[in-house]
């Protein structure tokens, strides 16, 4: 027997059709929307990875920049030492000159020189007095000169006073410190002094 399906078979297979449609479609926007927050949630996580570095980062910074700032401090602090240091060397290297100055004046100065005063500046020394006569300051410039431990004598002025109702010469005379290379030796006199 030969059995005719009389129901409306196309109708069916459109609904079986659109079923499926309606189910792949669904299927389909479930994955998409899946798909679309998954790739929503690995961004957000790089995104907030990222903030975490730069926030390490802006921190390491800040704390980079804090130990440049101290070591800017110590470098000047440093430099500022290193200038106390070379002033106190300086001083321990020239402590003895201003012993030899005096002793080298105290022996070059003639019976009719007296000193009112002597004042060094770098390698200058200004001395200022009295002389009972010009051919005392003559011997003391020439004392000066034949010297190991000055050069360039100057005579900067020189007038009469009257020191105690006595008639003197004033004057005022500059000498320079010479070089020495190995220090100052006070058995180095020169016979030629006079006094």
Known sequence: MIRINLLPHRELKRKARQQQFAMLAGITCVLGVGIVWGMHEIILGKIEYQSGR???????????????EEIKQIKQQIQELLVRKGVVETL????????????????LMPDGVYLKS?????????????????AWVST????????????SPLLIEIKAANVNNVRLNEFDLNVKL????????????????SN
């Open 118 to 134: 002597l004042k060094q500046t770098n390698q200058h020394i200004r001395l200022s007095g009295y002389a009972q006569s010009n």
């Open 178 to 193: 010479a070089e020495l290379l190995n220090g100052f030796d006070s058995q180095h006199t020169p016979a030629n002094i």
């Open 54 to 68: 730069n926030q390490y980062l802006q921190s390491q910074i800040a704390i980079l920049d804090k130990q440049i």
């Open 92 to 107: 321990q290297a020239n402590r003895t000159n201003v012993v030899h100055i005096l002793d080298q004046v105290a022996r």
């Open 140 to 151: 003391l410039m020439r004392n000066l000169d034949a010297s190991p431990r000055f050069e």
